[in-house]
């Protein structure tokens, strides 16, 4: 790709194009499955001026840890220890374990993630990360439902989608279809509980708004009151997470 930033296209069936720049300096640019290739370059063009900020900002931030140097992963609202044990011989490449306790004194499991792995560290940067990502998506799986549900409990059956469905995204926390669908980005289980929530009252309000119009901000204000604070808070996160390099 020419310009002043390489960039790399990846198509989709995605509806509109966007921009997203990870903590490494790589641009990747997304765009629909048909989206003509001289309109995503021009809307690249549009946003140098971002992206060049963004890159800028990138820069002046300190260097990341490497993995099995102190580097952390955020869960539940916390930043927690990345431990690595390299066993030559073992079967399975990765295993990731997690405990939220201090070190017990029978069993000697550490606070944090516990990552048992055969691969050798010039592997880890890309696999230590995917192996994190994986075992979030299972916890999402298996923790969202429930706080959907606390929150149809709340506020009424009006308020069920019609169905449920999770993945790990790098550019937007939830989705709602026309027919009533939720997505939700399976990152959130990096962020605290309240903040879930308000993702999930979001989306809640998409059923009967598909929009950001002032009507729909009035119904998620009726879900959540607390909603404008909460979005200041996302932003915040948003930041800490690319920071710490977690998405």
Not at 7 to 18: D, E, G, H, M, P
């Amino acid at each position: 790709m020419s310009g002043a930033q390489a960039w790399q296209l990846k198509r989709s069936s995605r509806r509109t194009v966007a921009i997203h720049i990870r903590r490494d300096g790589h641009v990747e640019v997304r765009a629909p499955l048909r989206y003509p290739l001289n309109a995503i370059e021009a809307f690249v063009r549009s946003r140098q001026a971002w992206i060049d900020e963004q890159l800028q900002r990138l820069g002046d931030l300190p260097a990341l840890p490497q993995w099995g140097e102190d580097r952390q992963w955020w869960h539940q609202g916390q930043e927690w220890p990345v431990h690595i044990e390299h066993v030559a011989k073992q079967r399975g490449r990765v295993q990731v374990c997690f405990s939220d306790h201090g070190v017990d004194s029978v069993s000697a499991v550490r606070h944090g993630f516990q990552i048992t792995t055969t691969t050798e560290p010039d592997t880890w940067p890309k696999l230590i990360t995917k192996s994190l990502q994986n075992w979030q998506t299972a916890q999402a799986k298996q923790s969202l439902p429930i706080r959907v549900e606390a929150l149809v409990a709340k506020h009424g059956e009006q308020w069920r989608p019609t169905a449920l469905r999770f993945r790990c995204l790098r550019s937007r926390w939830g989705s709602c279809s026309a027919d009533g669908r939720i997505m939700l980005n399976t990152q959130l289980m990096q962020l605290p509980e309240h903040l879930i929530d308000y993702v999930i009252c979001h989306e809640m309000a998409h059923l009967r708004e598909m929009n950001h119009s002032a009507a729909f901000y009035a119904v998620q204000a009726r879900l959540n009151p607390e909603w404008q604070v909460q979005r200041v808070e996302m932003k915040q996160w948003a930041t800490r997470l690319v920071t710490s390099g977690d998405v």
